[in-house]
């Protein structure tokens, strides 16, 4: 094999071992955010919730405390309504939404894996960093860029703090699959 093809190889099997490691990050980022809701994070003084969290949160909201609907079922609904001209029902979104969570993770993920291959350099910081790369550019600008939130400026730091937490989950939860895998 020529060293090209090796490369190749090598940042091909590096993707899908990230695509993989992102589903995974998708999933400890869900579950993180049912622990701490459990934990009763995000409540006032009196035990209540504040008005910016939600009590119906469902396992595709990424942090749980928004109070709008989460970008994952507005993504879902806006490319259905563009490969099928019509928009999702409540049912579809609660179907749609997941699924494009857990899409966007396993692409992020596939992302790092290829980076990883062709840079080790990047895993300093065991994925934490690039967590907080995607929380960055896709949560507090690529999803408002999109029309899929209200602009960042408009939740409160609870907010940001509780979606930057889960991204660092993410970024740690997808080292720790891509390292296991790349033992094997």
Do not use: W
């Amino acid at each position: 094999m020529h060293s090209g093809e090796a490369e190749s190889s090598s940042a091909l099997r590096g993707a899908a071992v990230g695509a993989l490691g992102g589903v995974i990050g998708s999933g400890a980022m869900v579950l993180f955010n049912h622990l701490a809701a459990a934990a009763g994070l995000g409540q006032d003084d009196r035990g209540g919730h504040h008005q910016d969290h939600r009590g119906d949160a469902k396992p595709n909201d990424t942090d749980g405390t928004i109070a709008d609907e989460p970008a994952s079922r507005k993504a879902a609904s806006r490319a259905t309504e563009i490969l099928a001209d019509r928009p999702l029902t409540e049912r579809e979104k609660d179907i749609g939404g997941p699924l494009m969570h857990y899409v966007f993770g396993a692409a992020a993920g596939a992302i790092y894996g290829a980076l990883a291959a062709a840079a080790p350099g990047i895993t300093r910081g065991f994925g934490a960093p690039y967590g907080a790369a995607v929380f960055l550019t896709a949560g507090e600008v690529g999803v408002p860029l999109a029309g899929l939130s209200r602009h960042p400026a408009t939740y409160p730091a609870s907010r940001h703090a509780a979606a930057f937490a889960t991204h660092l989950i993410f970024g740690l939860t997808l080292e720790a699959v891509r390292r296991g895998l790349a033992r094997r």
